[in-house]
Each structure stands twice: as C-alpha cells, then as structure tokens.
C-alpha cells in the first residue's frame, strides 16, 4: 500500500513537475508549461472519477459508458513504462487525436473542445514526459487532502501566469477583486451564476466556494455540481485551464465552453442567469459581423459584453450582475452613453467602486471601476465609493499618501474592509433598513439618477468631498490616464469609420 504524502511534499512535486516541464525544449514558457501539466491533471482526475462511477454502477447492477475508451483512459498508457519514444508516438499519433474527435454527451463534447482547434503542447523529451507522469500518478484524486493541495498549487500558478504575462491579464483578476464581488454579490444555492467571458474561472471557483458554506444536502451537493456554474471562453487555452480550476477546486462537471460569447445574437437570447459575475476583455476590437448582433453597433469589446449581459441576466427582480469595467466605460458618451440610459431605465445601478491605478499591476494599467445593477429598474440614485491604496514611508521616514498599488504592494482583501462596511449600510439603506448618513463618509457618497442624466449619462466618479488642492497626480499616473483617454479617441474614431463604411455600403 502506497504511503500518503504530506501536504508538503506533494506541493513539492508538484513543482518539481514545473521545474521539469519549464526545462523542455516545447515550454519555454509559463503558458506553455502550465497548459502541458494542466491537461495532464484533467485526464488524470478525470480518470479518477470514472473509476468512482464505474464502482457505482457496478454496485448499483447497470452497466457503465465509459467516457475515455481504452486504450486511451489514463490508466492504460500513463502509468505503463513505455519507452520515451513510444510514449510521444502514442500521445501525438493516437491519444491527442482521439481527444479532439470525441463526440456524444455535454461532457465528451467539453474534453473534445479542450483538445480540438489547437496545438496541444507536449513534451519534446519522452524522458522529460515520463518523470512528469510518474509525479502526477503520485497524486491520490480520490484523496480530498491532495486535491486541496494540487488546487492551492495551481491557483499560485495562475497568479504568477497572471505576473509573468502581461496577456494573461485579460483572464486573470486579482483575487480580492474577484472576492468583494461575489461577496456583494451573495449568490444563493438555487440560483444560476454565468461568466460570459470566464477565463481561468475565477468568479466561478469563487462563487462555488462562497456558496459552498451553505451546502445542507445531498440535494444542495447536486445542484452546485450540476445546475449552477456556466461560462463562455473564446481562446482555447484559458478554456482549458479554467475548466481544470473548476474540476480541482470541487465542481467535477462544470458547463464551462470554449465559444466566442459575443456571436450570439442577443436579440434572440433564450437562456438567461440568476447572477453573473465577470472581467470581461475590453480594448479589443470586434468586425461588422460580430456587431450586427447587438442593437447599439460598437467594435469596443466591453460596450458588446455590457450589452450581452443585460440580456442575459433573468427577467425576475432580484436577478444581478457585478463587474469590471474600464474607467472609459464609465464617461464615454455616444454608443456608451446610449447604452448606459438603458441600463439606468431598465436596471437598478445602485453601486459604482472606483479602483485605483495599478489595480490589475503588473499586467495592466488600465484604470477601472467595478458596477452592480439588478433588476428591477429603474435606476434612482447610485451609491460611489473610492478605494485609495493604503499610504506609504518614504527613505526619509516620512508619511505619504498612497496614490496606486504595484506588483511590489498589489491590493489586498484587507484593502475593501471600509468598503465593505459602508455597502452593508448603503445596502440597508436603499432597502429602508438604515439612515442615509451611514453609508456616506470621506470616499463614499451617492448620485441622483438626474445629475446622471444632466451629465449626459456621464457615471465617472468624481468624489465630491475631495479637496480642490490634494496632491497632484504621479508622472506615471499621469501617462496611464492619457494612454487611457487616446485609446478612448481611436475607438471613437474606429466607431465613426465603420459608421462612414456602412453608409458607403448602404
């Protein structure tokens, strides 16, 4: 009988398998290693999990489907020592193909769409390949206390694919960000939550394990891991590693899609969400074909997601969204502002948090802000709250106010705590719970819908309680803020061509 590991020599491994992939000459990277152990840990678990099923069935008198058939389960290949060039044969010439063309139930189509339409990297070295083996067959799937471990693992990973990849940054959120907005958010067991753009799925991990707490039942059990996470990613490769977060975190079937979310037609939607909780791209562009799938036409990805989920979300009160948006979003007129009389009339936006520059350091600078809307609408006043990074020592000694976070000071849970508190009371408040007074202090305070719309549906957070001669900002800040605003005048410009080409078509 094989002696279990310790937590810590299990992580060990675990990043000895790291060590061993990066020095191969097919990862030279942190995207390319983590990809590799990420497909490798999905077969196993999932291997692992038809061994459960196929004792259940056997127990139960049916016969079982298998959803991997030999010779291609991971028990017929990765624990066998076969020979290093046997092993890449059989892995390029058999296994990968067989994945890619898999086809029959929702979860043979979900590994088909993780291994199809991409060059699934594998070792150059069968040497290389089968010491990594030989570590992940050391990992015990049916033990919750090496499932624990390999996920803490992986998700330390994704942070520093997240640090070590400026483009990973578009499906990497910061984590306490993530948690603040579930929090608020408060998803209850029963209801659906949906990530059209999911990423490495973090909102959905994070959505599970504060839901978790209140699992009662073997009912409750099912519903979490059957009936409650879906989300959409278009590139193959965060598909793959959220739907590994997922499985590894305690969800082993998550509806989790490699799709382009914004083809969807939203004017014919069908399916709609309890909650949705989402970073979506923005500063993408998308054609004319993508466009015409949304009343108000723009090529700025975060207007057609903005869009997208105010369709998706449930035509009941009480259904809700909290999400990312860059700070443009939030003052741009024109197609925006078109869009963000919509939300006010049909949505309440009851809650705008400005977040600092250098949020999302080190892979981005992009200024943004989160928003909360549910339904029902419409919108009559919003409640602002300005997150200020904790002030700073300089050489000297001497105490300066803190302007940005940074990679070497990156935002922390702690950091929401006055947000938190004064949300609570906010959230009492507009439910006639609590005195208006509460929730209003130094960085909070809350807008009519009218002053919105005297502002031409400009939502920018501009704190009325700041002192006209506070401290001016960073050179750094300074060149983020005009980055920010000339990437506002191209997409203004992109979005008066394509007005120009259309008419020119016409």
């Known amino acids: ?14 990043w000895r398998a790291c060590d061993i992939l990066r020095r191969d000459n097919n990862c030279g990277g942190i995207m390319e290693y983590i990809e590799h152990l990420a497909w490798l840990l999905f077969l196993r678990f999932l291997d692992a999990q038809e061994e459960e099923w196929e004792a259940q069935a056997e127990l139960e008198g049916r016969k079982y489907e298998p959803i991997i058939e030999p010779p291609y389960r991971w028990r017929d290949w990765a624990i066998k020592d076969l020979p290093a060039d046997e092993l890449l044969s059989f892995v390029h010439g058999k296994l990968i193909p067989y994945l890619q063309n898999l086809v ?42 090496d499932i624990f471990t390999v996920s803490q693992v992986y998700e330390e990973l994704l942070r520093r694919l997240g640090n ?46 504060y839901m978790k ?58 399916e709609r969400f309890d909650v949705i909780l989402t970073n979506p791209p923005f500063g993408g562009k998308e054609g004319r074909h993508i466009q015409q799938n949304f009343p108000v ?61 250098g949020t999302f350091a080190p892979y981005s600078d992009v200024k943004t802000a989160l928003i909360f809307f549910e339904r029902p609408g419409p919108t009559k006043e919003i409640w602002y709250y300005e997150l200020k990074p904790p002030n700073w020592i300089d050489r000297e000694g001497k105490e300066r106010e803190g302007t940005r976070f940074t990679k070497k000071y ?24 609590g005195p208006r007074e509460a929730c209003l202090s130094e960085h909070s305070w809350i807008v009519s819908v009218e002053e919105i719309k005297e502002r031409g549906y400009d939502l920018s957070a501009k704190n009325p309680n700041r002192i006209e001669t506070e401290t ?9 803020s005009f980055l920010e605003k000339e990437k506002t005048i191209l997409g203004i410009i992109e979005e008066i061509k394509d007005l120009l080409n259309n008419k020119i078509v016409e």
């Not at 940054?169 to 059209?196: A, C, N, Q, S």
């Not at 929401?416 to 507009?430: G, I, M, Q, S, V």
């Open 1 to 14: 009988m094989k002696t279990p590991q310790t937590r810590e020599t299990l992580a060990n491994e675990i």
């Open 104 to 145: 029959g139930d929702p979860l043979k189509e979900t590994i088909r769409s993780v291994f199809a339409e991409r060059n699934v990297i594998v070792c150059a070295s069968g040497y290389n390949l089968k010491d990594v083996l030989q570590i992940i067959n050391s990992i015990d799937f049916h033990s919750q206390d």
């Open 164 to 209: 070590e990849n400026r483009m990973a940054g578009e499906f990497y959120t910061p984590r306490p960000v993530v948690r603040f907005i579930v929090e608020l958010i408060d998803p209850k067991i029963g209801e659906t939550v949906y990530d059209p753009a999911c990423g490495t799925c973090g909102f959905l991990v994070q959505a599970y394990l």
């Open 213 to 270: 707490k209140y699992e009662k039942t073997i009912e409750d059990y099912k519903i979490l891991q059957e009936k409650t996470f879906y989300g959409q990613e278009k590139k193959p490769i965060p598909a793959l590693l959220g739907l590994m977060n997922m499985v590894l975190h305690g969800v082993t079937c998550p509806k989790v899609y490699r799709k382009n979310t914004l083809e969807e037609n939203i004017r014919e939607v069908s």
């Open 297 to 357: 036409k723009s090529n700025a990805t975060e207007l057609l997601f903005l869009q997208h989920i105010m369709r998706k979300l449930k035509l009941r009160d009480g259904a809700r969204c909290g999400m990312v948006v860059p700070e443009g979003t939030l003052f741009r007129g024109g197609a925006f502002a078109k869009v963000k009389e919509e939300l006010l009339s049909e949505f309440n936006l009851h809650t705008i948090v400005n977040l600092p520059p």
């Open 410 to 433: 990156p935002i922390q849970d702690e950091h929401f705590n006055e947000a938190r508190k004064l949300w609570e009371a906010w959230d009492k408040y507009r439910k006639g719970k």
């Open 472 to 480: 001016l900002p960073s050179p750094a800040e300074i060149v983020t």
